[in-house]
């Protein structure tokens, strides 16, 4: 059980290095990294649910 969640936490952490662009930081402060971290975090979101909801419907 530990190792699937596991896995889905690392997907996440994975996603926002590569795609939303948190291998580095570009901002200065820990408030506004944590505001880029959480907006990432939301489109990461947003394109889960987009997926769930296409994998719903079928033509």
């Not at 795609?19 to 939301?42: D, E, H, L, N, P």
């Amino acid at each position: 059980i530990s190792q699937r969640k596991r896995k889905r936490v690392e997907e996440i952490f994975g996603w926002l290095k590569t795609v939303g662009g948190m291998r580095k930081s570009r901002f200065i402060g820990q408030a506004k990294t944590q505001m880029a971290a959480f907006i990432s975090g939301a489109a990461y979101n947003l394109l889960r649910i987009a997926k769930l909801s296409d994998s719903g419907v079928k033509a």
